[in-house]
C-alpha cells in the first residue's frame, strides 16, 4: 500500500470517528424501533443526513476553500459570522459535545456501576478530551490509529450477533413516512453542520503530511470521506436493524439510551453491557476530542487570535461538563428547534456550494437562504410547542410540507427571485 492510500485510510477512520459519536449511537436503534418493519426507507432517509449531507458536505467546504466562512460568506459576511457561531455552539458547548459526557455516563458507567457519580464521570470524561485536544498537533492521527479500530470491532460484534440471532422480527408499527422521519431523524446527528468545520482539520492533516496543492487536497478529502461513508453506513445500517428487530420486543416509550443498553444484553448478556460501555466511551470520547478542537480553532480565529486556542478549549471542556450533567434526554429536547431551524440553512449553504460554478448571480444564495428561515423558525416554534396556528397551517399545505421539507419550494422561489431582482437592478444601471 503506498503513502497515498495509508494516508486516506488514515483520515477516512479519523472522519469517520469525528462523526459517529454519541448521537449517531443512539439515534439509529431508537428509528429502527419507531419504524419496525418499514426500516428500510427509514434508513434510506437517514442516510441521507446521516451521511449523504456530511460527505458533500466535507466536500463543498474543501472546494469553497476549506472553512465554513468560505462556505456562507457567499450569503453575507455578517450573516456567516451568525451562521457559524449558532453552528459551532450547537456541535460544541451547548448540545453535541455535552451529548457525548451524558450518553457516556448513562450507557458507558451507570449499567456497570449503578452507584458512580455522573460528576465524576464528566470530570473524567472532559479531562481526558482536554488532555487529547490542548495540542491540536496530530489530533487526526491520534484519533484514526488507535481509537477509531477499538470503535468499529466492539459494534461490529453487536451487530453481527444481532443479525445472526435477532432478538425478533420487525414489526408494523403504524409508522407514517418513515423515509422523512428518517431524514429528520438525522439531523440529531448534526453531522452536516459539522462537516462544514470538520474540512478544516483534514485540510490541515493533509498540509502537514506534505499535501500543498488544492486539487490534491479536495481529491484526497472526498476519498476519504466515502472511507468514512462506508463505515458508517455500515453501522448505521446494523444499528438501526437490531432496532427494528426490538420493535415487538421492547415498548415504543423506551429511552433511546435504555434501548440500546437492552438490545446488546439481549444479544451478548451482560458481557454486553461492558461491551457497549466500551464502545460507547470510544464513539463519545472521539466525537468530543473532535468538536473541541474544532470549537477552539474556530472561535480564536473568529476573534482574530485575541482570544487564544487553549483558554477556549479549556472553557468548552468545563461547561460541556457542567451541561452533561443535565442529561441525554433533556440536551436531546434543547436540541430540536434550533435543528429544525438551523439544517435547511445547511443543506442550502452544501448544495448550492457543490454546484457553485453553475450559479452565474451569487444572490441566488441569499435569497435560498432567506426562504428557508421563513418556513424553519416557525417550524421551530412548533418544535418548543408555541406555534402560530395560522403560519402554521399555511406552511402545511406547501408541498412536501407531509414529509418535513415545506422549505424546499420557498427556497427555491428565494433563490429565483433575488437573482431575478439583482438582474434587473444591473440593467437598470
Do not use: H
Amino acid at each position: 500500500m503506498n503513502k497515498t492510500s495509508k494516508d486516506v485510510i488514515v483520515v477516512g477512520f479519523a472522519l469517520f470517528a469525528m462523526f459517529f459519536g454519541a448521537g449517531n449511537l443512539i439515534f439509529p436503534p431508537a428509528l429502527g424501533l419507531m419504524t419496525g418493519d418499514a426500516w428500510v426507507p427509514g434508513l434510506i432517509g437517514f442516510l441521507l443526513t446521516g451521511i449523504g449531507m456530511p460527505v458533500l458536505g466535507i466536500i463543498a467546504a474543501s472546494k469553497a476553500g476549506g472553512s465554513l466562512s468560505d462556505l456562507a460568506d457567499k450569503v453575507n459576511p455578517t450573516f456567516s459570522k451568525i451562521i457559524g457561531t449558532v453552528i459551532m455552539l450547537a456541535i460544541g458547548p451547548l448540545l453535541a459535545i455535552p451529548r457525548t459526557g451524558a450518553t457516556t455516563f448513562e450507557m458507558g458507567f451507570a449499567p456497570l456501576f449503578p452507584s458512580v457519580s455522573p460528576i465524576l464521570v464528566s470530570v473524567i470524561f472532559f479531562g481526558v478530551t482536554l488532555f487529547l485536544v490542548i495540542n491540536p498537533s496530530g489530533i487526526v492521527d491520534k484519533i484514526g490509529k488507535v481509537l477509531t479500530p477499538v470503535l468499529l470491532i466492539s459494534l461490529l460484534v453487536v451487530i453481527i450477533k444481532g443479525i445472526m440471532n435477532p432478538i425478533g422480527s420487525p414489526v408494523d408499527t403504524g409508522m407514517q413516512n418513515a423515509f422523512s422521519k428518517g431524514f429528520t431523524e438525522g439531523y440529531q446527528t448534526m453531522d452536516a453542520l459539522a462537516s462544514m468545520v470538520f474540512a478544516g482539520i483534514v485540510i490541515g492533516s493533509l498540509v502537514q503530511k506534505g499535501y500543498t496543492d488544492t486539487k490534491d487536497q479536495i481529491k484526497l478529502t472526498v476519498m476519504a470521506g466515502l472511507v468514512a461513508a462506508a463505515g458508517l453506513a455500515i453501522v448505521y445500517g446494523g444499528l438501526m436493524y437490531l432496532g427494528a428487530t426490538s420493535s415487538g420486543v421492547f415498548p415504543a416509550d423506551i429511552a433511546r439510551t435504555q434501548l440500546t443498553i437492552s438490545i446488546t444484553e439481549s444479544i451478548l448478556g451482560n458481557a454486553g453491557k461492558a461491551l457497549i460501555g466500551i464502545s460507547v466511551s470510544l464513539a463519545c470520547l472521539t466525537t468530543a476530542v473532535g468538536l473541541t478542537a474544532t470549537c477552539g480553532e474556530y472561535f480564536s480565529n473568529l476573534s482574530n487570535g485575541k482570544i487564544g486556542y487553549k483558554p477556549i478549549v479549556i472553557g468548552v471542556t468545563i461547561f460541556s461538563a457542567v451541561m452533561s450533567n443535565f442529561g441525554v434526554d433533556a440536551i436531546v429536547k434543547i436540541a430540536v428547534p434550533l435543528l429544525v431551524t438551523v439544517y435547511p440553512v445547511g443543506i442550502i449553504l452544501i448544495v448550492f456550494n457543490i454546484f457553485d460554478d453553475y450559479i452565474p448571480n451569487k444572490t441566488a444564495y441569499t435569497g435560498a437562504v432567506f426562504g428557508a428561515v421563513c418556513i424553519s423558525l416557525f417550524d421551530a416554534l412548533a418544535a418548543m410547542g408555541t406555534p402560530v396556528t395560522a403560519v402554521s397551517e399555511l406552511i402545511s399545505k406547501l408541498p412536501l410540507a407531509s414529509s418535513g421539507f415545506a422549505w424546499i419550494l420557498p427556497a427555491i422561489v428565494g433563490s429565483i427571485i433575488a437573482m431575478a431582482t439583482m438582474k434587473k437592478k444591473q440593467e437598470n444601471v
